[in-house]
């Protein structure tokens, strides 16, 4: 993943790409690396946060909600690794660039038996999404957390059924609008939905 800057229509300046990160899970610990001159040298982080999952790790980079910032943080943006277990996904947050990681969160209701997600996005505002798709509560769902990944928030999708396959959502440039793409359980047409 790259934490990277964007223009005003909302797509990547390949010019002032700031940060890349490779990620391996390796059960219980994860190995987190980070470039900031396009993998010629790589500086090693701690790894996520603790505790983690054993699967479907993801890494993703954005700017602080407002007023949620700390004064310690060392690098413009949040960090973000999150990955899942059996009956739960956790994510935790770096405030010095992936080099070091706070605790994680559990990001998923805890009676839900919620697992398997998606891809972690950070929106334009700083709100951060994990898609959920393998029947959390019986629908497609999201965990949206506005406080830079302190607490979480599930949001099923309405009208939606079982997931098939890892879901995705995005947040339009504007930031207003959570878009959401998905195959349910059973028909592996793509589809979209606007505005959860």
């Not at 059924?161 to 047409?189: C, F, H, L, P």
Request: net charge negative; charged share 15%; with cysteine.
């Amino acid at each position: 993943t790259s934490d990277h800057a964007v223009d005003a229509e909302g797509y990547p300046d390949l010019s002032e790409f700031t940060r890349q990160f490779v990620v391996q899970l390796q059960l219980a610990t994860s190995n987190i690396a980070s470039s900031d001159d396009f993998g010629q040298t790589w500086i090693p982080s701690q790894g996520g946060g603790q505790p983690h999952g054993l699967d479907n790790q993801s890494m993703g980079a954005g700017p602080y909600p407002e007023g949620h910032r700390p004064i310690t943080a060392t690098y413009r943006n949040a960090v973000y690794y999150c990955s899942h277990s059996i009956v739960n996904a956790f994510c935790s947050r770096s405030d010095d660039g992936g080099l070091t990681f706070g605790p994680s969160r559990p990001i998923f209701p805890v009676d839900a038996s919620c697992s398997n997600h998606g891809h972690v996005k950070v929106g334009y505002d700083g709100t951060v999404m994990v898609p959920m798709n393998n029947s959390c509560q019986g629908t497609e769902g999201v965990s949206i957390s506005i406080d830079a990944g302190d607490n979480w928030h599930y949001i099923s999708v309405p009208g939606t059924v079982q997931g098939r396959w890892d879901s995705s959502v995005a947040m339009s440039n504007d930031g207003k609008t959570i878009w959401y793409g998905y195959a349910e359980e059973g028909d592996d047409r793509a589809m979209i939905v606007k505005g959860i």
